[in-house]
Antibody, heavy 115, light 113 residues
């Protein structure tokens, strides 16, 4: 069974950093592009960014609101996806999901940015 | 960026009746390989999203056959033939053809009348 489990969320102040993790199991993680999606409270889904496979260079792309502040990485030896979030803003408050390009989703982890 | 526009944004439906959600993209979603990367997701209250349909009309495993997807180019539709109580939630279309960024529709909230 495909499983994605996010962790690392919490309450931080504006300007601080946080790193989210997404542990994958039940599929060949190294073969898949991985995506982060977020959902602000009461709002819709927003694509955050994507990382290709290491075979394809591990290329990343980001949504405009997070570009230059967020970094996606992966460790295929640990079947884990990461989202490093720096210079956090109140607008980054959301539940963050990892997904395998839509087929499987984690339960999400809540990030709250507030002073 | 490709803009995805869903309608309606709110959809009250009587149990057992059909429902239809429209999704329009600001440009054609046909990729260079001939495929159209348009998916539909369901998000039940308090749950993570779940993919229902991929590449316009392909149902994911375990998705009831009362859900169907259709369309081409820039106009797409998700239909539920007979709405059941478990179908309550928000439905999103999403395009994977033109990136970055991948883009979602605003979401359509389906509720039971």
């Amino acid at each position: 069974e495909v499983q994605l489990v996010e962790s690392g969320g919490g309450l931080v102040k504006p300007g601080e950093s946080l790193r989210l993790s997404c542990a994958a199991s039940g599929f060949t993680f190294s073969n898949d592009w991985m995506i982060w999606v977020r959902q602000a409270p009461g709002k819709g889904l927003e694509w955050v960014g994507r990382i290709k496979t290491e075979t394809e260079g591990g290329t990343t792309d980001y949504a405009a609101p997070v570009k230059g502040r967020f970094t996606i990485s992966r460790d295929d030896s640990k079947n884990t996806l990461y989202l490093q979030m720096n210079s956090l803003k109140t607008a980054d408050t959301a539940v963050y999901y990892c997904t395998t390009a839509g087929t499987a989703w984690g339960q999400g982890t809540l990030v709250t940015v507030s002073s | 960026d490709v803009v995805m526009t869903q309608s309606p944004l709110s959809l009250p439906v009587t149990l057992g009746q059909p429902a239809s959600i429209s999704c329009r993209s600001s440009q054609s979603l046909v990729y260079s390989d001939g495929n159209t990367y348009l998916s539909w997701f369901q998000q039940r209250p308090g749950q993570s999203p779940r993919r229902l349909i991929y590449k316009v009309s392909n149902r994911d495993s375990g998705v009831p056959d009362r859900f169907s997807g259709s369309g081409s180019g820039t106009d797409f539709t998700l239909k539920i033939s007979r709405v059941e109580a478990e179908d309550v939630g928000v439905y999103y279309c999403m395009q994977f053809t033109h990136w970055p960024p991948y883009t979602f529709g605003q979401g359509t909230k389906l509720e039971i009348k």
